[in-house]
């Protein structure tokens, strides 16, 4: 599944193309993704408009239109999305296409169909409710070792589950809440409310710098994720210990392993060694 880095970098690339267009059409190729499509409300919100700003909330895009209205979208497992020139034709799993003026189409391509599109008529006025259960965005000032401290305190659940809740903070996914801990020296499976303060600042400080470096070279792909531009993400190759069950840790070298295990159904990657 996309997590923030890739859904930063698909925000990206559409804010540098879409931006002025003008939503001419909607086609909707199948009837539900995720959830059910709605072809009035789709169109009603969006023929006509002009697109003003692509944003990003969690790992949903947000497409502002110059009436107040706009999308909600999330990728799901495998979706993509690209703006083509006029006359290029429509790829399998196109599952949703908005032609614009100029002749270019914008076009949402979802193979397992986990992903959604949303339409509201106003969709800054629907935000807070949207997003009411949200945490912190990652790299923003309001997500501290101290947030995350409090956040964890008591906690019975392991460290890694409660990075990867939405409701903590957003936007942290299976690879890059594995690569943060690694980097902090914390044991995945370790009790959240266990984890000290100085480690939490520790940990806070290594999400942002993971996330970071991440979104600057284009994400990373494991399997299916590709920017609009067809390129694959480039953090492939710094993984520390994501996929790379086996080998050996890049700080402790040789005679220390990574290893995996699943951690609340999810595959983790740590070194025993020199994550406590």
């Known amino acids: 599944m996309p997590e ?3 859904v930063e970098t698909v925000r990206r690339a559409l804010a540098r ?7 001419t059409a909607v086609e909707l190729r199948v009837d539900r993704l995720r959830k059910p499509l709605s072809r009035e409300q789709l169109e009603g919100v969006c023929v006509g408009r002009g697109i003003r700003t692509v944003r990003r909330r969690a790992k949903y895009l947000l497409v502002d239109l110059d009436d107040g209205g706009g999308l909600r979208l999330h990728l799901g497992m495998t979706g993509s999305m690209r703006v083509d020139a006029e006359g290029v034709p429509a790829l399998p799993h196109d599952r949703i296409c908005w032609p ?3 002749g270019r189409v914008w076009r949402f391509n979802d193979p397992r169909r986990f992903g959604s599109a949303e339409a509201y008529v106003d969709l800054q006025a629907a935000e807070p409710d949207l997003f009411a259960a949200f945490g912190p965005e990652p790299l923003e000032d309001t997500f501290t070792g101290a ?3 409090g956040a ?3 906690r019975r659940a392991s460290i890694k589950s ?3 809740d939405q409701r ?3 936007g942290v996914g299976n690879i890059y809440a594995s690569e943060s801990l690694h980097r902090a020296g914390i044991l995945p499976s370790r009790q ?12 806070a400080e290594e999400i942002k710098e993971v996330l970071a470096e991440a979104i600057e070279l284009g994400g990373t792909t494991i399997s299916d994720f590709r920017a609009p531009d067809g390129s694959e993400g480039r953090f492939t190759v710094h993984l520390g210990v994501y996929g790379r069950d086996g080998q050996d840790c890049p700080r402790c070298g040789p005679g220390h392993a990574v290893r995996r295990r699943v951690l609340a159904g999810r595959g983790t990657f740590y070194c025993p060694n020199c994550q406590r």
């Open 162 to 164: 409660l990075i990867m």
């Open 17 to 23: 193309h879409l931006p002025g267009a003008t939503v």
């Open 147 to 149: 947030y995350l401290r």
């Open 4 to 6: 923030l880095p890739e």
């Open 100 to 102: 614009l003026a100029d």
């Open 152 to 154: 964890s305190h008591g």
């Open 192 to 203: 959240g409310g266990r984890v000290s303060a100085v480690r939490c600042q520790r940990l």
């Open 168 to 170: 903590i903070v957003v």
